[in-house]
C-alpha cells in the first residue's frame, strides 16, 4: 500500500510540474523571448561534436546539419510550445487526434516535467544545481578530467503509448535549463543513439558541494560496506574529489572579536571568487572545550555543511528554535586543515590565555592538538579513531551497524591481519556499540611487517600514527612498542665469533632457528667450537604462574652463545639448569634466518610473526608486562 502511495505521489509531482510550467510559459511571451535568444547564443557558443564527422567539409557540414536540428527543437518549443521533429508533439492548446504529451505518458513526463517546471519558475540556482548534481550521479560519468551526462532517446516498450520524441529534445530542454541559470555546459557529443553533455569543471566543483552534506554518509558507508569496484561508490570519491577542489578555492576571511564582557570568539567567513559570501562559521570556548558552528536557513545549512564536510569536518545539522545549526564535532576543529582556519583557532586560543580563560596547560594542549589534527588513521581502507588511556593506545572503531563491524572485519582479513591475534572484534547487542580495536602491539607489529613488504596502506597508517603519537604527547610509547618489529630480523647472526680468553673458550654461530614441538616453540641453537659442529636448545612454556620460561642446561660455551644472542651479560659464566625468561625470547626476534618447522611449510624468518603473537595470547602472563 505504501509503495503504491509513493508512485501516486510521484505522478501527481509530475503532474503538477508540466502543467504548472507549460500554463507559466504560455502567459508570458516576454519570458519566452528572452529564453530562445539565451538559448540560441548559448547554442552558437558550445562546441558540438558528431559521431563519424570528420575535420573534413562533409564532417563540419553534419555538425552544422546537427546544430540546426537543436535549434528548431529550441525555437519550436519556445515559440509554439511544441516537441518532436516537425513540432508532432503537442503540449498547450492542441487539436483533436493529434499527438499530446501529458504526465500520463510517464516515461516521457517524468523527464520533461522538471526541465519544464526549472525553465518556467525562477528557482534558487543551488535548486537546480542539486537537480543536475542527482541526475549526473545515477545517469552520467563521473572522472578526475570531465563530468558528463548522458542523454539517450526515450524507451517505452508498449506501441500505444509511443510518442515522436527523441533525445533532441532533451538536448533542447537542457540548453535552455543552461542558459537560463548559468549552467556550465560547453561541449555536446551528439551519437547515433546517445548525447554526452560535458560540463566546465569550475562549475561541476560547486554543484558538487551543495550535495555533499547529503552524500557524505552514503559515502561513509560506502567505505566500508561497497566494494571498491561499485560504481556509484567511485563516482562518490570523485566528486569528493570535486568538493575538495571548491573548497579549498573559497576564500576564508578571520575576525577575532574579544570584548572585556564577553569570551572571545572567532567568525570565519567563506567567500567565493565573486566574493560573495558562502558561509559563517563562528568559533567559541564552550564548557571546556572548543565549539564550532554555523546558523541560518536551511539552504545555507546545507552548503556549510558540505564545505566543512569536504574540508574534513564531521557536522552534525539539526533545527534549534526555527534556525538550522551545523555543529561540528570536538575533533573536527582541527580536522580542517586550510592554514586560515588553523591560524584562527590558535589565534583564539592565545586570546583566550591572554584573558586567563583557560591555564597554560590547556593552552599547550589546544596548540598540540591543532598542529596534529584528527586523532584518525586509515588502514587499508577503514577510518580508526586513536587515543590513548593513561600509558595505554586505543585504536578503535565503533557502529551500532552489524554490517558495518563484520565488513571491518572482512577488510582488515583480507589486508592481512589475524583477528584474534592482530585485532579483536564485538558485534553490536541492541542498543550497545560494536567495535573493532586493533591489538596493541600485535596490531601494531603486524603493520610494521606489511610496511616492511611493501604495502602502502600500511606505510601510510604507521607514518600518521607517529604523527598523531608525537604531536598528543605518547611517541614514546608507541616507539616502545615498533622498535621490536622494526628490529626484528635485522641482524644475521651466522658467523658471529664469540670468544672468552680467560675460559679458554671460542665458539662460532652456525644457525639459530625456531621449531615447534606440538604447539610450543623450540629454540635451537648451532655452532662450531673446537673443531666441532654442536648445538642445544630450550623449549619455551607457561608455568603455573603464567610466567612465559624456557629451560636450559648451560656449560662454559652455551652460556657465552646465550649471552651474545640475548644481551645478558649476566649468563656468561653460568653452568648447569636455568631458566630463560620473556625478555630473552624477545631479544631473540633480531635474528635473520630463524626457520619455521617444515612441516607447516612456512618461510625463513618468521620468528617475529609468529612467537610473539603466541606470547600475546596469553594475556595474564608476565610478558604482558614487557610489551604493554
Known amino acids: 500500500m505504501s509503495t503504491q502511495k509513493g508512485g501516486e505521489e510521484v505522478i501527481e509531482i509530475v503532474r503538477h510540474d508540466l502543467e504548472e510550467g507549460l500554463r507559466a510559459l504560455l502567459s508570458n511571451a516576454e519570458l519566452r523571448e528572452e529564453l530562445r535568444e539565451k538559448a540560441l547564443r548559448l547554442l552558437d557558443e558550445m562546441k558540438i561534436s558528431v559521431q563519424g564527422a570528420d575535420k573534413s567539409e562533409k564532417g563540419r557540414e553534419r555538425v552544422e546539419d546537427t546544430r540546426n536540428k537543436i535549434k528548431e527543437r529550441i525555437e519550436k518549443f519556445l515559440t509554439e510550445l511544441r516537441l518532436g521533429e516537425n513540432s508532432s508533439v503537442c503540449l498547450v492548446n492542441c487539436q483533436f487526434g493529434e499527438p499530446v ?289 593513561g600509558r595505554q593506545i586505543i585504536i578503535k572503531r565503533e557502529s551500532l551497524l552489524a554490517e558495518v563491524i563484520n565488513s571491518t572485519v572482512e577488510t582488515l582479513k583480507s589486508a592481512g591481519l589475524e583477528e584474534g591475534a592482530h585485532f579483536i572484534a564485538k558485534r553490536p547487542d541492541g542498543s550497545s556499540l560494536g567495535y573493532v580495536y586493533i591489538s596493541v602491539p600485535t596490531g601494531l607489529w603486524q603493520l610494521e611487517e606489511l610496511r616492511r613488504q611493501g604495502i602502502d596502506w600500511a606505510d601510510r597508517a604507521l607514518k600518521r600514527l607517529e604523527e598523531i603519537a608525537k604531536a598528543r604527547g605518547f611517541y614514546d610509547v608507541l616507539q616502545k612498542h615498533l622498535r621490536l618489529a622494526r628490529e626484528a630480523e635485522t641482524v644475521n647472526p651466522r658467523g658471529l665469533v664469540v670468544e672468552d680468553p680467560g675460559a679458554g673458550v671460542r665458539a662460532e654461530i652456525r644457525d639459530v632457528r625456531v621449531e615447534w614441538t606440538g604447539r610450543r616453540p623450540r629454540v635451537v641453537i648451532e655452532y662450531e667450537a673446537g673443531g666441532q659442529i654442536k648445538s642445544f636448545s630450550f623449549i619455551w612454556g607457561l608455568k603455573t604462574r603464567r610466567a612465559i620460561v624456557a629451560t636450559v642446561k648451560l656449560n662454559a660455551e652455551r652460556a657465552l652463545l646465550l649471552a651474545a644472542l640475548t644481551g645478558d651479560g649476566r649468563l656468561k659464566g653460568k653452568r648447569g639448569a636455568l631458566q630463560l625468561h620473556a625478555k630473552h625470547l624477545l631479544a631473540l626476534t633480531k635474528y635473520k634466518g630463524v626457520g619455521l618447522s617444515p612441516v607447516f611449510s612456512l618461510p625463513v624468518s618468521r620468528l617475529f610473526t609468529d612467537i610473539l603473537p603466541w606470547l600475546v595470547q596469553w594475556r595474564g602472563c608476565a610478558i604482558w608486562g614487557l610489551i604493554t
Open 101 to 389: 504529451l501529458t504526465y500520463k505518458h510517464e516515461p516521457y513526463a517524468r523527464i520533461i516535467a522538471p526541465l519544464v517546471h526549472y525553465i518556467a519558475s525562477n528557482a534558487p540556482e543551488e535548486e537546480v544545481m542539486r537537480f543536475l548534481a542527482y541526475a549526473v550521479l545515477f545517469d552520467g560519468s563521473i572522472e578526475h578530467d570531465r563530468v558528463s551526462l548522458m542523454l539517450g532517446n526515450f524507451h517505452v516498450k508498449e506501441a500505444s503509448k509511443r510518442l515522436p520524441l527523441d533525445m533532441y529534445d532533451k538536448i533542447a530542454l537542457y540548453i535552455i535549463l543552461a542558459a537560463k541559470y548559468g549552467v556550465g555546459i560547453r561541449t555536446i557529443f551528439v551519437g547515433e543513439y546517445e548525447t554526452i553533455l560535458y560540463f566546465d569543471r569550475k562549475y561541476v566543483a560547486k554543484m558538487f558541494s551543495l550535495v555533499w552534506g547529503d552524500l557524505t554518509t552514503l559515502w561513509r558507508l560506502g567505505r566500508t560496506l561497497v566494494s571498491r569496484a561499485d560504481h556509484i561508490f567511485k563516482k562518490l570519491e570523485n566528486i569528493r574529489m570535486y568538493v575538495e577542489e571548491f573548497a579549498n578555492r573559497l576564500k576564508i576571511v578571520c575576525i577575532l572579536k574579544s570584548f572585556s564582557n564577553t569570551i572571545p570568539y572567532v567568525t570565519l567567513l567563506f567567500w567565493e571568487d565573486s566574493w560573495r559570501e558562502f558561509a559563517r562559521i563562528y568559533i567559541k570556548w564552550c564548557r571546556n572545550k572548543l565549539c564550532a558552528y554555523f546558523r541560518g536557513a536551511k539552504e545555507k545549512a546545507k552548503r556549510a555543511a558540505s564545505v566543512l564536510s569536504a574540508l574534513g569536518a564531521t557536522v552534525i545539522v539539526k533545527k534549534y528554535d526555527g534556525e538550522w545549526r551545523v555543529a561540528l564535532k570536538a575533533d573536527s576543529i582541527t580536522a580542517v586543515r586550510r592554514t586560515e582556519w588553523l591560524d584562527a583557532v590558535r589565534a583564539l586560543v592565545e586570546e583566550l590565555h591572554r584573558r586567563g580563560i583557560i591555564s597554560g596547560r590547556q593552552r599547550r594542549r589546544l596548540l598540540r592538538e591543532i598542529d596534529a589534527g584528527p586523532n584518525v588513521v586509515e588502514m587499508a581502507g577503514v577510518e580508526f579513531t586513536v587515543r590513548t588511556k
